[in-house]
Structures are given as structure tokens and as C-alpha cells.
């Protein structure tokens, strides 16, 4: 299957995409560009919402306009990522909380618009599986043409 992407670094940050944001304190960028180098590192930590600095507890966390802002501006590999992350997750959209699918379902949307033609076949799938759920949590007023993305 051709996922968008072959090259050895994207293949890992695919695999290791959720480390910062999810993972100890202790794996920073430094780690991961020491560990798996600086396009691993600079790949995962697009993908991340929060990250640990050095010699820091707490998490720093990237606020959505920051983090959409990356990712509309990141190579197609990053995209495609992220995509396949965000498919692996939709496909347990029925087992989701009323208030998670109200944020989750709003936020696959905004990704999909991301996503553009990049990633068509991937795409595709997630359309269909949050499709069930984009009347009732879906985005109200700022895709008043989203009917082109379902």
C-alpha cells in the first residue's frame, strides 16, 4: 500500500507521531534528533500538540490555531501522517463520548479542509466514517461549503 511516504524518516515519526505529546518529559526534540535525527525529530514534533523542553516537567502545549497553522503548511508526508493517525482513531468514532465527538468531529473536518487533495484516499475513508456524525457535531457555521468535503 502506498501510504504517501517511503523515506526512513517519516517511517519512524509515523511510528513514533504520539511520543512527546504523550509519552514522559524526558523524550524532547533533542532526544528524538539524537536518537532518530533532526527530520524524525522535526516531523514528530509538527505532529504534536505538546512537547517537553529540557530540563522541564510540565508540557508546553501548542494551541490549535498554532498547530493547524503547521500542519497546512507542512510537506504532504507530514499530512499524510497525520492522516493515517487520524483514520486509526476514527475508526472507534462509535464508542466516542457526546462531548468528545463534539470536539473531535469539528477537528477531523478542519483537518480534512487541511488535508485538500493531498491525501485523497485517505480522506476519503475518514469522510465516511465521521460522515454519521457531522449533523449533530459537525461544524456549524465555517464550512458553509463543506458539503463539497462529504
Avoid: C, W
Amino acid at each position: 500500500m502506498d501510504y504517501g511516504f517511503s523515506d526512513e524518516p517519516t517511517l519512524l515519526a509515523a511510528i513514533l507521531h504520539d511520543v512527546m505529546e504523550d509519552g514522559p518529559h524526558t523524550i524532547t526534540y533533542n532526544t528524538l534528533k539524537k536518537e532518530f535525527g533532526e527530520a524524525t525529530a522535526k516531523t514528530v514534533q509538527m505532529l504534536s500538540k505538546a512537547y517537553s523542553t529540557e530540563g522541564n516537567p510540565e508540557k508546553v502545549k501548542v494551541d490549535h490555531d498554532t498547530y493547524f497553522s503547521q500542519l497546512k503548511t507542512a510537506p504532504i508526508s507530514v499530512k499524510n501522517v497525520k492522516a493515517l493517525d487520524r483514520l486509526d482513531n476514527v475508526k472507534d468514532i462509535s464508542h466516542f463520548s457526546s462531548k468528545k465527538l463534539a470536539n473531535y468531529v469539528p477537528e477531523t473536518q478542519e483537518l480534512l479542509k487541511i488535508f485538500g487533495d493531498d491525501v485523497p484516499n485517505v480522506s476519503a475513508d475518514i469522510k465516511k466514517m465521521i460522515e454519521p456524525y457531522v449533523k449533530e457535531y459537525g461544524l456549524k457555521e465555517s464550512f458553509k461549503s463543506f458539503k463539497d468535503f462529504l
